[in-house]
């Protein structure tokens, strides 16, 4: 079993993740409508494999989330996608400067959500 924690401010860009995500009925899902949110499930969950995060969210965004994230010993090599309208070259760049293993274009068609998330399970830090 794969575990998929997907954040996102939009409620139904979350229903649409978890729809194609559970296709494969190797994935669990969890999902975190903020933040603040995501990082409480992933304190209270190590099993978590791959984040799927949203950069346009309030305090804390997405940058702010996945800093959060590195900053936690625990959680330091755990694997997170971008979610996300934004696809200006900056964002790209920060995404990649904090260790994010992938970017993934909203809206998503459910083959590239789930192409990107199998490239972002086997990729190496």
């Known amino acids: 079993m794969i575990n998929i924690l997907v954040v996102d401010d939009d409620p139904m860009n979350l229903k649409m993740a978890?729809?194609?995500?559970?296709?494969?009925?190797?994935?669990?899902?969890?999902?975190?409508?903020?933040?603040?949110?995501?990082l409480a499930i992933l304190d209270e969950d190590p099993t978590i494999d791959l984040v799927l995060l949203d950069i346009e969210m309030p305090y804390p965004n997405g940058f702010e989330t996945l800093q959060l994230i590195r900053d936690n010993p625990?959680?330091?090599?755990?694997?997170?996608?971008?979610?996300?309208?934004?696809?200006?070259?900056?964002?790209?760049?920060?995404?990649?400067?904090?260790?994010?293993?992938?970017?993934?274009?909203?809206?998503?068609?459910?083959?590239?959500?789930?192409?990107?998330?199998?490239?972002?399970?086997?990729?190496?830090?």
Do not use: C, W
């Open 74 to 125: 625990a959680t330091l090599f755990l694997k997170v996608v971008f979610l996300t309208a934004s696809s200006g070259v900056e964002d790209v760049q920060k995404a990649a400067e904090l260790g994010a293993v992938g970017y993934v274009k909203k809206p998503f068609m459910p083959q590239d959500l789930l192409e990107h998330v199998e490239k972002a399970l086997v990729a190496d830090f």
């Open 18 to 38: 978890e729809f194609i995500l559970k296709q494969k009925e190797y994935y669990r899902v969890k999902l975190a409508k903020n933040g603040r949110e995501a």
